[in-house]
């Protein structure tokens, strides 16, 4: 049973940078056609698709955050990592690692991490 | 990229159907056929039940069902059930590899 599992500090201060780690565990992040993603529910608004990343180390990230984020992946430990700098309390949000399926499109996500809640305050 | 659009709330007695939408362009629902569904509970992680507009993955009941007509996609629950009060999001491809989201439906059962 393929399980992800987010970990990283609950607490960033602003204009600090964020990271957060995502183990996978119970299958090769090399294995099958998919793309790894990071994805947050901001509070009191819905999800917002960050980006993701191919274990080749391809990434794609949403436009509009394009410029404070970045995703890297290690095979080795079979584990994906977000970084996004200089944040602020907007970007207070559970963040979620998953695993979005390749089929025609990368774009059907059939794999959550249980979320990691960030909160940003001095 | 703007977010999909989804009514904020839905409500349905027990045994009854309710449909949400999700509106979005030409851009991402209107051009491919690739929307899928989430469910999810108050602190829990989302769960796929809609995938490809229309298709399930096993597992889930086939009182879901999904449709898409233009730019407008569908999820109708057809006889609601208690557990079915959670939120539920649809999400879009939006091409050159990128996903938006709605902002979410929060289903009640009365």
């Known amino acids: 049973q393929v399980q992800l599992q987010e970990s990283g500090p609950g607490l960033v201060k602003p204009s600090d940078t964020l990271s957060l780690t995502c183990a996978v565990s119970?299958?090769?992040?090399?294995?099958?056609?998919?793309?790894w993603a990071w994805i947050r529910h901001l509070p009191g608004k819905g999800l917002e698709w960050l980006g993701f990343?191919?274990?080749?180390?391809?990434?794609h990230f949403n436009r509009p955050l394009k410029s404070r984020i970045s995703i890297a992946v290690d095979t080795s430990l079979n584990q994906f990592s977000l970084k996004m700098t200089s944040v602020t309390v907007a970007d207070a949000a559970v963040y979620y690692c998953?695993?979005?399926?390749?089929?025609?499109?990368?774009?059907?996500?059939?794999?959550w991490g249980q979320g990691s809640l960030v909160t940003v305050s001095s | 990229q703007s977010a999909l659009t989804q009514p904020r709330s839905v409500s349905g007695s027990l045994g009854q159907s309710v449909t949400i939408s999700c509106t979005g362009t030409?851009?991402?629902?209107?051009?491919?056929?690739?929307v899928s569904w989430y469910q999810q509970y108050p602190g829990k992680a989302p769960s796929l039940i809609i995938y490809e507009v229309t298709e399930r993955p096993s597992g889930v009941p086939d009182r879901f069902s999904g449709s898409k007509s233009g730019s407008t996609a569908s999820l109708t629950i057809s006889g609601l059930q208690a557990d079915d009060a959670a939120e539920y999001f649809c999400c879009s491809y939006g091409g050159s590899y990128s996903l938006v989201f709605g902002g979410g439906t929060k289903v009640t059962v009365l």
């Open positions: 990343i191919y274990h080749s180390g391809i990434t």
């Open positions: 119970g299958a090769s992040i090399r294995s099958g056609n998919y793309y």
């Open positions: 030409s851009s991402d629902v209107g051009a491919y056929h690739f």
């Open positions: 998953a695993r979005v399926r390749c089929t025609g499109s990368c774009s059907t996500i059939d794999l």
